[in-house]
């Protein structure tokens, strides 16, 4: 197919079958039929050929990588759509018209280069993450736009030469700086969940964690977009929002569940 209005790119090193088939699935069933996927194996020594539709949309690579954004930066220069999404495996699309949602936004704002939207993380406390239309400094600040959840055009991806592969964690959070703050490019906020995060990825491990506190990731990301200030105003609230979540959710709410949980037995 030529010129798809969306490539779907997932990376792949040993996946579970039912979580890659979920990921599959999830493109597969769309209503709008624009689109392509590649599948970027970094050599897995389970075959997964069996669960791949026979689909000409679909294209499967093999490649030798040095990481996951390494991973990421092939698949890029195999795509052809209008917009860039990676669905990592194990994510899928919410919804069977998700991409015909894109599409119809796309159309009326010919000019954005970035549109997102929001995330269902069965995993985490709420159940879902819901973004801002407005991406302020401080919420760029202390908040990640979960990455399943960009479409991205694929010229500013190629452009821009993708993600930076010096770090091992948190180059995506990277690369959304370097968009909003530094390129300025347009972008645009769909106010419904686009995906469902399964979790568990890289970059929510302890070690991408302690990657945050290292003086290179400081110097190369975090004071290249923010002023010493702006750093330590927006230290101080990030602070004291955590407080205001730890005192309300694992204080009050906890206990009021478990209140309400009684008299329900009873």
């Not at 991806?157 to 390129?183: A, I």
């Not at 004071?223 to 101080?236: D, G, I, N």
Request: net charge positive; glycine share 4%.
């Amino acid at each position: 197919m030529n010129n798809p209005c969306f490539s779907i790119l997932t990376v792949t090193l040993n996946p579970e079958l039912g979580d890659l088939k979920n990921t599959i699935d999830s493109i597969v069933n769309q209503d709008f039929s624009n689109w392509e996927l590649i599948i970027k194996d970094g050599g897995s020594i389970n075959d997964f050929s069996e669960i791949v539709p026979n689909d000409q949309r679909i294209k499967v690579i093999s490649a030798n990588d040095n990481s996951v954004y390494d991973a990421m930066n092939q698949a890029i220069r195999e795509a052809s759509g209008d917009y860039i999404c990676l669905l990592n495996s194990g994510d899928y699309f919410f919804n069977n018209t998700i991409l015909s949602k894109i599409s119809a936004t796309q159309a009326k704002t010919k000019n954005i280069d970035f549109i997102f939207g929001d995330v269902s993380k069965p995993q985490s406390r709420t159940g879902f993450e819901y973004y801002p239309s407005k991406l302020s400094k401080y919420f760029l600040y202390s908040n990640m736009i979960c990455h399943q959840s960009w479409f991205v055009r694929r010229k500013y991806y190629q452009s821009s030469q993708g993600y930076d592969t010096r770090f091992r964690f948190n180059s995506d959070y990277s690369f959304l700086l370097k968009m909003v703050l530094e390129d300025k490019i347009n972008y645009f906020h769909i106010p419904e969940v686009l995906v469902t995060y399964k979790g568990g990825g890289i970059s929510q491990g302890l070690e991408s964690k302690m990657e945050l506190k290292k003086s290179s990731w400081n110097e190369f990301v975090i004071k290249k977009h923010f002023t010493p200030l702006e750093r330590k105003v927006f230290a101080f609230f990030f602070f004291l929002r955590n407080c205001v979540k730890i005192l309300f959710y694992d204080h009050f709410f906890s206990k009021i569940w478990i209140i309400y949980l009684k008299v329900k037995r009873k």
